[in-house]
């Protein structure tokens, strides 16, 4: 079983940044493909980024050159870097495992990122 933790979320206005970070435990972490997602209220969830075990990133375009995707296997942590954010930003932000061999997918309580002035 695998816990993840988000930190780091709160009011922010527009053009600010932001660093979330997601824990891991209970897994070997570094197996793990990770991902942050967003949900806006009255809208899906949706992708935001999102880093395999050998550090590859993939970004949609909405956020892509203002987000930044990273991980620290020595510290079981993943972070998502939010520069230049937008009201459109405005959601609760989950951080996922994803374990590709076992197709196995763990989610975060997630953490609320308001963007407004």
């Known amino acids: 079983q695998v816990q993840l933790v988000e930190s780091g979320g709160g009011l922010v206005q527009p053009g600010g940044s932001l660093r979330l970070s997601c824990a891991a435990s209970?897994?070997?972490?570094?197996?793990?493909?990770m991902g942050w997602y967003r949900q806006a209220p009255g809208k899906q969830r949706e992708l935001v980024a999102t880093i395999t075990s050998g550090g590859s990133t993939t970004y949609p375009s909405s956020v892509k050159g203002r987000f930044t995707i990273s991980r620290d296997n020595a510290k079981n942590t993943v972070y998502l870097q939010m520069n230049s954010l937008k009201p459109e930003d405005t959601a609760v932000y989950y951080c996922?495992?994803?374990?590709?061999?076992?197709?196995?997918?763990?989610w975060g309580q997630g953490t609320q990122v308001p963007v407004s002035s």
């Open positions: 996922n495992a994803y374990f590709a061999r076992t197709k196995h997918s763990y």
């Open positions: 209970g897994t070997t972490f570094s197996s793990y493909s």
